[in-house]
T-cell receptor, first 115, second 114 residues
């Protein structure tokens, strides 16, 4: 049962344009969402997060949008740069009670930004 | 600042051999510790987590086990590896239980079981 889904395995974007990565979830108890970025042979690094009490969080070129009614979140990167090329994972936590930071991850989307 | 060390970076093991992967965290005390695995073409799956010394919770039934002999040390083990144990193993830590913890990952171990 995949509770967090990233339905696009890959995305290709031209440098300077916007990259939009999408994520859907099924568990309505999730209340905290994160995006991680991963380069090959490295561990994921935290990028940006959003609490369920918000619908938008912005950090520099990165903005995460949350649509609770649709159980959908997206990551916008503007402008995209070649160094942004990596695998992006969506993750969620919560579900009531003690979570201790246990995250449920999506399958990841490979972003390629062409010069 | 906090750092997490995980080794080895790569490992090739024959089927039926034992496994021991080690992870240590520096610069924090009483962290929550995690082992995740990324199988080829799949997302990150939580295998084990620990909120204290000797406290291990398993998320999925499997051929692996975990131990936390010291506050900042987390070990992933197997007595006999299976082909299906191949994957990219990640150790991670977080702190607290306030519902908005971020995980900080190690650099990972690529395990190939042949």
């Amino acid at each position: 049962d995949q509770q967090v889904k990233q339905n696009s395995p890959s995305l290709s974007v031209q440098e300077g344009r916007i990259s939009i990565l999408n994520c859907d979830y099924t568990n309505s108890m999730f209340d905290y969402f994160l995006w991680y970025k991963k380069y090959p042979a490295e561990g994921p690094t935290f990028l940006i997060s959003i609490s369920s009490i918000k619908d938008k969080n912005e950090d520099g070129r990165f903005t995460v949008f949350l649509n609770k009614s649709a159980k959908h979140l997206s990551l916008h990167i503007v402008p995209s740069q070649p160094g942004d090329s990596a695998v992006y994972f969506c993750a969620a936590s919560g579900g009531g009670g003690t979570s201790y930071g246990k995250l449920t991850f999506g399958q990841g989307t490979i972003l390629t930004v062409h010069p | 600042s906090q750092t997490i060390h995980q080794w080895p970076a790569t490992l090739v093991q024959p089927v039926g051999s034992p496994l021991s992967l080690e992870c240590t965290v520096e610069g924090t005390s009483n962290p929550n510790l995690y082992w995740y695995r990324q199988a080829a073409g799949r997302g990150l799956q939580l295998l084990f987590y620990s909120v204290g010394i000797g406290q291990i919770s398993s998320e999925v039934p499997q051929n692996l086990s975990a131990s936390r002999p010291q506050d900042r040390q987390f070990i992933l083990s197997s007595k006999k590896l299976l082909l299906s144990d191949s994957g990219f193993y990640l150790c991670a830590w977080s702190w607290g239980d306030h519902g908005n913890e971020k995980l900080f990952f190690g650099s990972g171990t690529q395990l190939s079981v042949l």
